[in-house]
């Protein structure tokens, strides 16, 4: 069983740029959540979706982020326009649905976005 | 809302040294604790986990028990191995999946 698979790993993008970041959670896991990890700090949350629904984006920017999860494919984080300061590492993480508040979500690896 | 606070870092310690890392969290409800790691380059992986008071996660020699009345959950090792040199975070799940994360520290083992 793979475990969730982020690509690309490293993604060069010029200021001004769109950035697709993918994620293929575990075979079975239908929760993906997003995390960013700014140099130097700790993971902050994004957004938790299930599929093709939006549960809670309190995390993200209000411009020019988005994300989505189809009924079929990985699921996107998008930024448009891209700057400086969204230079970081994202993390996604998926768990299954259990109805149980203490399930696990397991983390990929990592994209680490570096705009120029 | 929920929130964590790790050590400060970076941590240096010789090679078979005592480690504690303290974590003490806020929350509403009864949070899930994990501490994960993070080697360079490289993405989280859980060391352990915690669901309820008095619970204790070990795994690799690492043990953190989830204590309620002092809201912590802090990271102990005997003695610690240059291959821990790595990155420790501190973590509470109060939906799963959903985490709040602390900001890390920082250990090196010197030989």
């Known amino acids: 069983n793979a475990g969730v698979m982020q690509n690309p790993r490293h993604l060069v993008r010029r200021r001004g740029q769109e950035a697709r970041l993918r994620c293929s959670p575990m075979k079975g896991h239908s929760h993906v959540y997003w995390y960013r990890q700014l140099p130097e700090e700790g993971l902050k949350f994004m957004v938790y979706l299930q599929k093709e629904n939006i549960i809670d984006e309190s995390g993200m920017p209000k411009e020019r982020f988005s994300a989505e999860f189809p009924k079929e494919g990985p699921s996107i984080l998008r930024i448009q326009q891209v700057v400086r300061g969204d230079s970081a590492a994202y993390f996604c993480?998926?768990?299954?649905?259990?109805?149980?508040?203490?399930?696990?979500?397991?983390f990929g690896q990592g994209t680490r976005l570096t705009v120029v | 809302g929920d929130s964590v606070t790790q050590m400060e870092g970076p941590v240096t310690l010789s090679e078979e040294a005592f480690l504690t890392i303290n974590c003490t969290y806020t929350a509403t409800g009864y949070p899930s604790l994990f501490w994960y790691v993070q080697y360079p380059g490289e993405g989280l992986q859980l060391l352990l986990k915690?669901?309820?008071?008095?619970d204790k996660g070990s795994n690799k020699g690492f043990e953190a028990t989830y204590r309620k009345e002092t809201t912590s959950f802090h990271l102990e090792k005997g003695s610690v191995q240059v291959s821990d040199s790595a990155v420790y975070f501190c973590?509470?799940?109060?939906?799963?999946?959903?985490?709040?994360f602390g900001d890390g520290t920082t250990l090196t083992v010197k030989p």
């Open positions: 915690a669901t309820k008071a008095d």
């Open positions: 993480a998926s768990s299954p649905w259990t109805g149980d508040i203490h399930t696990e979500a397991f």
């Open positions: 973590a509470l799940s109060s939906n799963a999946g959903k985490s709040t």
